[in-house]
């Protein structure tokens, strides 16, 4: 700790005691302990802003050089043309849909004719009655007289 030894600490420990005296050096190295923490804090907080201002530039710089190979590789490789067909190799072809509206409505009105599907019964649980069943009735006590 900034280059001071056991045996010098010791010396400056011994000269505050009798420069100090013990009365008063308790309050003294807590006063001095309070300042060696503030330093240490504002320390730290300046280690931590100056991170993050690194941080920073290194982000503005990565996000231009992904700006510049971005720029490149459109040059490169330019998006296709409005109406390109598909005889454009390695361009994506545009949808070609045939189909006209009469046929649409067609199909839509075919879909709406067809019966739905049966729906599937559901198989009666063992620890339920089936719907509709009645249930027994209870037991009646029996009378003595």
């Keep these: 700790m ?3 030894d056991t045996g010098e600490l ?3 420990a011994l000269v505050a005691l009798v420069v100090i005296g013990p009365k008063d ?3 003294v190295m807590a006063v ?3 300042w060696v923490g503030r330093a240490r804090a504002m320390a730290r907080q300046f280690r931590a802003s100056f991170d993050e201002m690194v941080r920073e530039t290194e982000l503005q710089e990565m996000e231009r050089k992904w700006r510049e190979e971005n720029e490149r590789i ?3 490789y330019p998006p296709p043309p409005p109406g390109a067909t598909d005889s454009d190799w390695g361009k994506p072809a545009l949808p070609t849909d ?3 509206p009469a046929d649409d409505a067609a199909a839509a009105g075919a879909a709406a004719i067809e ?3 049966p729906a599937a019964k559901p198989r009666p649980s063992p620890h339920r009655p089936a719907p509709g069943a009645r249930r027994p ?3 009646v006590p029996e009378r003595r007289p």
């Design 74 to 76: 459109m040059r490169m």
């Design 137 to 139: 009735a209870p037991p």
């Design 25 to 27: 050096l308790p309050r």
């Design 98 to 100: 045939t189909s006209t």
């Design 10 to 12: 010791m010396v400056i």
């Design 115 to 117: 019966p739905a599907p």
């Design 2 to 4: 900034f280059g001071i």
């Design 32 to 34: 001095i302990g309070r």
